[in-house]
Each structure stands twice: as C-alpha cells, then as structure tokens.
C-alpha cells in the first residue's frame, strides 16, 4: 500500500468510525508515522551539534504515541494547537516531512517560508495553527478556534473541533483554567490533550502540582476526563477518538491526560543530569515504538514491520538532504515599521 493510501486509512478528509478502531491499517500507519518522527528528531539532535539549526531544538523522543494517536481521527477542517515540543504534532496533522524539515533549518521551501522555525510551524491547508513559545499560549486559542467553529457547525450543518495539545507545565497556568471553564460554559467543541510528560523545564510535576493526576480537575469545570497510558498509542487514539467524537455531537469539550516521559532534556541546551536514572530505565522499556509495534506481531509479518521502519527513516533522511540543499529565503524591508526614516521622504 502507498504512503498516500495509508494516509487516507488515518482518515483524511473524512469521519471516522471510532467503534473497533483502529484498524490494522490506522496501526501500521500510526506506526510508521511515529517512527519518522523519532528519526526526526534523530536527525536534528545531529543537525544542532552540526551547526546547521539557530537556536535550542525541543525533541519529543518518547512522546510520539500522544501526538500521532491523539491527531489520527481530525480532518483538515479540524484546527489542531500546539506547543514548543510540537513535531509529532505536525506530523500527525498531515503536513509533509519535507516541509517540516525546511522549515526547521530555515529555509524557502519550508512550510513557514523558512519564517518560524522548529516552535511556530503552521499549514492552514492541514488545519494546524501551529505552536508558540508562551507556555500555554495554545489553549486559549484552541478554545477561541472552537466558539467560531461552533458557529460555523451551526450554520452549516458541519462537525468540526478544535484540538489542544498542551504540557504538565501549561496545566499550572491561569489561561488553562479560564480557558476550560468557558469551553465547559459554552459547550464549545474542543479536546484539551495533556501531554502529561512529568517536567516542566527541569522542574518534576511534584513541585508544580499539589495532586498527581491534573484531569481530576476537569470535574470542577463539569467537563468529562480521562487517563491514559501516553505511551500506548492505541489507547490514546481511542480515548481521544471518544472525546472528538463527543465534541462532534456538539456535547461539548473534553480532557484526556496522556501520562507518558521526556526521555531527553528540556532541549538542545539542557545539559541533564536532574531525570533519575531509575526512571528513564523504566520508561525506556516502555518505548511506545516498540509497544505498537508489538501490538501488530501477531497480525503482520515482522518482514514488513521491517519494510515500513525502513521506509519512514528513508523519508526523513530524503527529506533532510533536500532541505540542506533547499536555498535560504530572501527578505524584504517594511517601509512604514522601519527603525529609521528621513522627515519628508
């Protein structure tokens, strides 16, 4: 099957059942989406040392069942935020690995023009507004995007939601609490999905937060929530599945906590040594790569498993080349925002 045709058993550009799912073919295609994002972020950590990347590069290594399991079921109509530790996200949401790549190293071709770097990549056309560096800063926006969806569903007939995915760290701010309290107020159709990965910065989520499990505060809101195992792609898929679901029905928002572990630091810049070494050995077994594709032993020769592994590290070593060799963009100045200007001219 072609990438293209694996791509539509995810569900682009239509609904998807959520009973029985997913399919075999939704797991083969989750699968080898998360293993392109993991060599992504291979590939980058490499880039940076390299010299090839401006600035820090947040990698979510260990985290790639929460990003592509929880975007499996949106269309493009479906408006997705996102946060500075995004590519699982935006690979999720359809937009191509070339254009991610040529972004990230800035340049013409990428998805932004070479404009936004690793943290802001956006595509209308995909329905993701992309990520920002304010922590947080994407679930009010999220909950803004679903009132105009909301608006449009009744006007036209249509179910659209907007979908949030946001940190442990964001969950401790201000804007996340109004935020869901006017989604529940307005049964508005949002999924909030955290992306429950126990730091904040170098912080543990015990320094932060006076309960373990932030979905219990869901209820305050009259808001449905769930807990999930972030690490098993299948679960997230569904309890997600559920919530967009529900939001289509017009019942109003969700949260599902994904409990899952930032395997490397909180980016490029982090030099480590506060993640005890006990519990990344723990964790490492749990590696959600390996997890889905030991859910697919039984149904798929490990031939093929091999066949499609091989595949997406292909796709993203292709794309790497491409965009090294991609020219660099060329700007233009603003007149009227220009820092000087001659009086009279």
Known sequence: MSRQARAMALGAGRRVAMKNSPT?????????????????????????????????IHRCDGQEAIGIGATAMLDDEDLLTSTHRGHAHYVGKGVGMHPIVAEILGRATGACAGRAGHMLIADMQKGLLGGNAIVGGGIPAATGFAVSLQMKNRADGGQRVAMCIFGDGAAQTGICHESMNIAALWKLPVVFVLEHNQYGLTAHHSTQSSVPDLSIRAAGYGMPSEIVDGNDVIAVHRAVGAAVERARRGEGPSLVEAKTY?????????????????DLAIWRERDPIVLARAMLADSIPAGRLDEIVAEARAEVDAAVEQALNDPLPTFTDHAPSAPYTIAGA
């Not at 992504?40 to 390299?50: D, N």
């Open 24 to 56: 075999v073919e939704e797991q083969l295609e989750m699968l080898r989406r998360m293993v392109a994002v993991r060599h992504l972020e291979e590939r980058l950590g490499e880039l940076h040392k390299a010299g090839k990347t401006r600035g820090p």
């Open 262 to 278: 930032r395997m490397v630091g909180f980016s490029t810049s982090d030099v480590g040594g506060y993640q005890k070494d006990e």
